[in-house]
């Protein structure tokens, strides 16, 4: 079996292949595993390409973890959720859950609320007690703004609340993104177990808390990693795959599972003619961007509460690496797309600096800094977007999927990934079994 590409989708589904005791070989076009979740360097210090958070509910990620031996405690750091947004002149709004069982822990939370009037309040908190009774097929999907616009929701309650929830969890502002996924999200977030919405920030760089442990696992269970070895096509004979191409070789396979990003995949998929149509597809489900700026201050710069929404300009959520064993280190984060994508770094470094210091004025100048761009960090996340999503079993006989893009319901998250990852293992090893029955 192959699984090409090493993010986390590609980890899960070789993690599980092996577990089972299928051979796999696994080839990862980068040097380095991860894929869009991944190390790199800044200075002396090992950063990631774009600060990431989970929350209490990516089960099948706590469950990869566990099986790869992860010690969830070690590697991430559990916190109640706690919104806070402020700008220059103070704090706008703060929302902390509360001790009680969900989803009451998110009522009393929208209920105490501080920075809401009255009034935001109880449309908030009618909204969230509709929450559960709020499905829209695919074919009905609207907008996230739309959404908001029917539950009356106040313009407060969506420039303070909702549409930074919305742009954090979606990687797409709330006028485009899909009404669907966003309740998907909350859904997943708040109505089930208190727990699930609390955040979960890792301790460690990306490539320790997963790719490190995920390899040491692989490797273990026999499992080849080639790094630095791009699949550049798929082998077929008649309607089955039967080995990838790489390196100008030729090398065999019953079963292929394609774990590339959504792009990727499409180019691979492009030269079948079983799965063009299926690739055009996913050339439609277009691309956000998420740009991350790391600040080192002094080691005794801290932010309090550990992250913060920032209104009123470019930067939009500012986290402290303290958590991470990184004290001074700030990752000032922007998720979707607009001009902070096309300035020049170092204009744009400038702005996001003025507007820390607008907020932060007591802190001294940053030391040094990071900035990366991810330009296709995400799926664009629109109304509709779950009718171009592809499901894990494809129409070619050997060829599968894994990915945030494929039909997990979910945004481009960690957790599609890994159950993305998990859903095409199991769908694999049921045909595997009935292959092998005698
Ligand atoms: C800056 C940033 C911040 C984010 N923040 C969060 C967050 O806070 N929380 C969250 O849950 N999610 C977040 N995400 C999203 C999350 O990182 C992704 O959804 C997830 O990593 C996608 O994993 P994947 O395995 O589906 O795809 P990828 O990570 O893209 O993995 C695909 C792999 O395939 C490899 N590949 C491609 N083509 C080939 C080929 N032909 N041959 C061999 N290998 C190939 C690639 O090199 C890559 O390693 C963020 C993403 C970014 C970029």
Redesign the pocket.
């Known amino acids: 079996m192959i699984v090409?590409?090493?993010?986390?989708?590609?980890l899960a589904t070789a993690v599980e292949l092996a577990r089972h005791g299928l051979p796999v070989r696994l080839?990862?076009?980068?040097r380095q595993?991860?894929?869009?979740?991944r190390r790199v360097r800044f200075g002396e210090r090992a950063v990631d390409?774009?600060?990431?958070?989970?929350i209490g509910a990516?089960r099948d990620t706590l469950t990869l973890l566990q099986r790869v031996g992860v010690d969830l405690t070690r590697v991430l750091h559990r916190q109640r959720l706690a919104l806070r947004l402020r700008d220059a002149g103070g704090q706008r709004m703060a929302l902390r859950t509360a001790p009680l069982p969900a989803p009451l822990h998110l009522l009393a939370g929208l209920l105490t609320a501080r920075g809401l009037s009255l009034l935001d309040r109880r449309k908030a908190l009618r909204f969230g007690r509709r929450l559960g009774s709020l499905r829209p097929t695919p074919d009905q999907d609207i907008s996230v703004d739309a959404l908001l616009r029917s539950e009356q929701q106040t313009a407060a309650l969506m420039q303070t609340l909702w549409q930074p929830l919305c742009l954090a969890t979606l990687?797409t502002p709330s006028q485009h993104a899909s009404a669907r996924v966003f309740l998907r999200v909350l859904d997943e977030a708040f109505l089930h177990q208190r727990a699930h919405s609390d955040l979960l920030v890792p301790a460690l760089d990306l490539g320790r808390v997963l790719s490190d442990p995920c390899a040491a696992f692989l490797e273990l269970h026999r499992v080849r990693i080639d790094l630095g070895?791009?699949?550049?096509a798929l082998d077929l004979r008649g309607n089955r795959v039967q080995g990838v191409r790489v390196g100008g070789r030729s090398l065999a396979a019953r079963q292929v599972v394609i774990?590339?990003?959504a792009r990727?995949s499409r180019?691979?998929l492009d030269g079948v003619p079983a799965l063009a149509t299926l690739g055009r597809r996913l050339g439609d489900l277009g691309s956000e961007p998420?740009a991350?700026l790391y600040l080192q201050y002094p080691p005794a710069v801290r932010l309090a509460g550990g992250m913060t929404g920032l209104l009123d300009g470019h930067g939009q959520w500012l986290f402290d690496r303290r958590l991470c064993g990184q004290p001074g280190l700030m990752a000032l984060?922007i998720s979707g797309d607009g001009p902070h994508m096309t300035m020049p770094p170092e204009v744009l470094v400038d702005a996001l600096r003025a507007q820390v210091r607008a907020c932060f004025p007591r802190w001294p100048q940053p030391l040094s800094h990071l900035l990366?761009r991810?330009k296709h960090?995400?799926f664009s996340c629109r109304p509709g977007i779950d009718r171009l999503r592809p499901a894990v079993r494809t129409p070619l006989r050997g060829a599968w999927l894994?990915?945030?893009?494929t039909d997990t319901g979910l945004p481009?998250?960690?957790?599609?990934?890994v159950r993305?990852?998990h859903a095409c293992a199991a769908q694999l090893r049921a045909e595997e079994l009935v292959h092998c029955r005698p």
């Open positions: 090409v590409g090493g993010g986390w989708a590609g080839f990862e076009a980068t595993l991860g894929g869009r979740a390409n774009g600060q990431h958070l989970m990516y990687n070895a791009r699949v550049d774990a590339t990003d990727n180019r691979l998420i991350t984060v990366v991810e960090a995400t894994a990915g945030d893009y481009a998250t960690l957790e599609g990934a993305s990852g």
